[in-house]
């Protein structure tokens, strides 16, 4: 018998089976080279090994969740925040459960919406909390033109903030700083007036 863990697939668990209904479960395990003790189990759980199909190697329990109009809701309901371009926390889904739960007539002492069931639930309808971007007003007009000029600024390579500046006329210093130089009157930002 092998030492390691090993999952076999319900074809094999079948003709062990039957194999041991026929012999006993020590000659179905030396003759499979599996233990008695899985062959016994086996034996047990008889019905849901012959009504899967012959690829199951193990059962996990249900792919749906107890009550899976609750679970329907609520995935409906992050589908729908999400939509809006909301973030959805576990607390929210729990809540939104609980709600749900409530108004199907389901009792608080046989559903309740934890941290579990939030994990659960999630893995079931393959959620996942992901960090929401930042949402970016629209900035004003005003700001923009200053943001424009401190770009100018670090691009001209001047020094100071622009409230110091008030006043003052400055020429991009692409040629030489002079003014009049055609490459710097083409230039993008040919002159600058902060008043």
């Not at 079948?14 to 003759?31: D, F, L, T, W």
């Not at 499979?32 to 849901?48: L, T």
């Amino acid at each position: 018998m092998s030492s390691k863990r090993v999952h076999y697939d319900s074809a094999l668990k079948r003709k062990v089976i039957v194999y041991a209904e026929e012999h006993g479960n020590r000659a179905a395990g030396r003759v499979f080279d599996i233990n008695e003790a899985n062959i016994r189990r086996w034996r047990n759980d008889r019905n849901s090994i012959f009504s899967c199909k012959a690829t199951t190697k193990c059962f996990t329990g249900p792919k749906k969740g107890r009550y899976p109009q609750v679970d329907e809701a609520v995935l409906r309901f992050v589908n729908e925040t999400r939509a809006k371009g909301l973030p959805v926390t576990r607390q929210a889904m729990q809540l939104k459960a609980g709600e749900i739960a409530r108004t199907l007539g389901i009792e608080e002492t046989k559903f309740k919406a934890t941290k579990g069931w939030c994990d659960r639930f999630m893995r079931r309808a393959g959620l996942s909390l992901r960090r929401q971007p930042a949402f970016c007003p629209q900035l004003p007009a005003d700001v923009k033109q200053k943001a424009a000029a401190e770009t100018c600024f670090k691009r001209c390579r001047l020094a100071g903030p622009l409230d110091a500046a008030r006043g003052a006329v400055l020429w991009e210093a692409g040629g030489g700083g002079d003014p009049s130089d055609s490459e710097a009157i083409d230039s993008e930002y040919e002159v600058i007036v902060i008043t």
